[in-house]
């Protein structure tokens, strides 16, 4: 299995709703990363966990809140979020980690496409 | 601090045609480089990988060339195809410990029959 599989792929919620993204891995790989990525622009990191833990945490604001249950599964769970957060929300793993110096390849998701009314 | 641009950000071209995509970046203390397609709405497909000690990868009709001295890399797409269009970006992994993909905004490419 050479896939990382995202769900829902499409999620529309309101700025009171509490939901979930969810990402899973069976390659084995130690590391698993959230991206968000707005149109027509790159994706920009927001969590990092290695070895199921937190270890990037690029100043997202807290009504995102990342968890990574084992080392196989990585949830977004949202709260409270404003129509700008709007977007396709990305899922990676990679076998190291960026704490290494290693090559970290990175496998991605199909992504999340999240709606915020 | 490490940023990677691409030219052009949009490209249109014929079926049939080569065509060359551009990636520069500022910082050239790379581990690897990393070219992506990405399709409207989809995640990304990862197409090349180069590592800092190799010139160029070939994948089918791809080939990714490597200059890191002076901070380039290009995607050369031979015969292209309607299939082809895509927005395809580029990523950098720097040598520092603890530092991710730096990803540049991307070329999309319009292949028409």
């Known amino acids: 299995d050479t896939e990382v599989t995202q769900t829902p792929k499409h999620l529309v919620m309101g700025m009171t709703n509490k939901k979930s993204l969810k990402c899973e891995q069976h390659?084995?790989?130690?590391?698993m990363y959230w991206y968000k990525q707005k149109a027509k622009k790159p994706p920009e990191l927001m969590f990092v966990?290695?070895?199921?833990?937190?270890?990037i945490n690029e100043s997202v604001p807290s009504r995102f809140s990342p968890e990574c249950p084992n080392s196989s599964l990585l949830n977004l769970h949202l709260h409270a979020l404003q129509p700008e957060d709007s977007a396709l929300y990305l899922c990676?793993?990679?076998?190291?980690?960026?704490?290494?110096?290693?090559?970290?390849?990175?496998?991605f998701g199909a992504g999340s496409r999240l709606t915020v009314l | 601090k490490q940023e990677v641009t691409q030219i052009p950000a949009a490209l249109s071209v014929p079926e049939g045609e080569n065509l060359v995509l551009n990636c520069s970046f500022t910082d050239s203390a790379i581990y690897n480089l990393q070219w992506f397609r990405q399709d409207p709405g989809k995640g990304l497909t990862s197409l090349l990988l180069?590592?800092?000690?190799?010139r160029e990868q070939t994948s089918g009709r791809l080939n990714a060339s490597l200059d890191k001295s002076s901070g380039r890399s290009t995607l050369y797409i031979a015969a292209s195809q309607p299939g082809d269009s895509a927005t395809y970006l580029c990523?950098?992994?720097?040598?520092?410990?603890?530092?991710?993909?730096?990803f540049g905004k991307g070329t999309t490419l319009s292949v028409s029959s």
């Open positions: 966990y290695s070895y199921e833990k937190l270890s």
């Open positions: 390659m084995g790989h130690r590391a």
């Open positions: 990523a950098v992994k720097g040598t520092q410990a603890g530092t991710a993909l730096i």
């Open positions: 990676a793993s990679s076998q190291d980690s960026p704490a290494s110096s290693g090559a970290n390849v990175l496998t």
């Open positions: 180069i590592q800092s000690s190799q």
